[in-house]
């Protein structure tokens, strides 16, 4: 494909690409840094790149200044993997119904879909602290399982629908001809071809779910055991200080599980990303 561009415009494709990758990157480079940096010399003016005096004592005193550190990141884990495969459950059915059946009012429910998407969770943060209430289900996993299952499955949707409409209807009219019900041919047809869609949509909605839990955490959750790791990383924060340096450290360690799905599901998530992008 690169044969198509003359070499200014792939010298200025690399620079562009270049730029947007300093851009996305240097935040994470930045929290490294400040995170092997004693703590007195974080301010330091001016700025300095590089010290002699880098260290990774703040990986090892972050477990004590909060020694529930470890919990916390396993409740982000398991409040994003609950909120991925509820979330799952429901996309997967009515994304194939939107891609595949005609019923009244469809396009104005994907519109309503994303209006949805249009609101931030503190817009709501009110009728649905009184709807957890009611429900009692505050100060558990469900307070922020339940918000985040709620506003995910509109993007899940608008995602995975645009996917399973690239798979050719044929196939499935070929599984009707030989007595296969829509269930069985959605089951043994449809989603064996979309896996690399369903690792896309899956790995986008995990993402929202652990980066959207810091608000429903705080609102609806007071119990310290309970807490994600956006909300417990605020227990470096004291009444005189704030140990910059192992927030940083936390907020990496706190970052490299949705680091390894990526390395994991990698090629499967070029193939959801590119398919369909070439016209046949």
Not at 70 to 81: K, V
Not at 166 to 180: H, M
């Amino acid at each position: 494909m690169m044969d198509r561009y003359t070499i200014p415009q792939k010298i200025g494709l690399y620079i562009a690409v270049a730029i947007f990758l300093t851009f996305i990157l240097l935040p994470f480079f930045e929290m490294f840094m400040a995170s092997l940096r004693p703590l007195e010399h974080l301010f330091r003016s001016p700025y300095q790149f590089w010290s002699e005096d880098f260290s990774f004592q703040a990986y090892s005193d972050m477990w004590e200044t909060v020694p529930l550190l470890g919990r916390y990141i396993f409740n982000s884990i398991y409040i994003a993997s609950m909120v991925t495969a509820i979330t799952m459950a429901f996309v997967v059915p009515a994304a194939y119904a939107f891609a595949r059946m005609d019923f009244p009012f469809k396009s104005a429910t994907l519109g309503i879909f994303l209006a949805v998407n249009m609101f931030t969770g503190a817009v709501l943060l009110i009728p649905l602290y009184r709807v957890l209430r009611t429900l009692g289900l505050l100060n558990t996993y469900w307070a922020m399982i339940v918000p985040g299952v709620a506003f995910l499955i509109p993007t899940g949707i608008w995602l995975l629908r645009s996917y399973l409409e690239k798979i050719p209807r044929e196939l499935e009219e070929a599984a009707y001809v030989d007595g296969a019900s829509r269930l069985y041919t959605l089951r043994r047809v449809v989603l064996p071809l979309a896996v690399p869609g369903l690792i896309v949509v899956g790995v986008a909605v995990f993402i929202g779910a652990y980066a959207q839990q810091f608000l429903f955490a705080i609102t609806f959750n007071q119990t310290r055991e309970l807490q994600p790791l956006p909300a417990g990383l605020y227990e470096f924060i004291g009444y005189q200080s704030v140990t910059w340096n192992e927030m940083m450290a936390a907020a990496l360690v706190g970052v490299l599980p949705v680091m390894v799905i990526f390395l994991f599901l990698q090629k499967y998530l070029v193939a959801g990303l590119t398919a369909g992008a070439v016209k046949e």
